[in-house]
């Protein structure tokens, strides 16, 4: 079944963002809440932290149908904020949820957006990118955050992450 975006430019956008949709669980089955808040040793970001951000960043893209939609933990992320040491995150089994709630949403603003919002800009308190700018970037976020996630799957001893 083919499907048609309300503009060509965010076609393959939306291939992205079906596939990375799927991802998420799979990055975070069977981790535990323990585990998801392991930085062995490092100032890395760990998976909990990880996780939230991208919830964070699909509830941005949910904003433009739904500005009502709030994640668990927003404040967490508000702003674009960085970790917090010694902050015990939401759970996966919540970011998961938090997932299935917003993703609806994303997917229809996504298909919806037309060149004219493309070419707007969203003010980002002191910069502003076009909406262009900002899928394409964070749909490459997501995709790096979630190879950061199968990542950690392996540094702390789970099977790695399956993609069938």
Known sequence: MEIKTASTRTEGLLA????QTD??????????DDDMH???D???NHMAWLAGAIVAQRYLMASEVRPDLKQ????LFANNTGIKADVRYPTAAQYLADWETVTPFAREALLNIDDNKL???L???GM????????VFTLYREASMIGQLALWRRLLDYPAMKYD
């Open 16 to 19: 992205l963002f079906d596939m």
């Open 23 to 32: 991802f998420l669980g799979r990055a975070l089955a069977g981790i535990s």
């Open 38 to 40: 392991k930085r062995l």
């Open 42 to 44: 490092t100032p890395a």
């Open 72 to 75: 668990t933990g927003a404040e």
């Open 119 to 121: 070419d707007s800009k």
């Open 123 to 125: 003010d980002m308190g």
């Open 128 to 135: 502003s990118w076009p909406w262009f700018d900002v899928l």
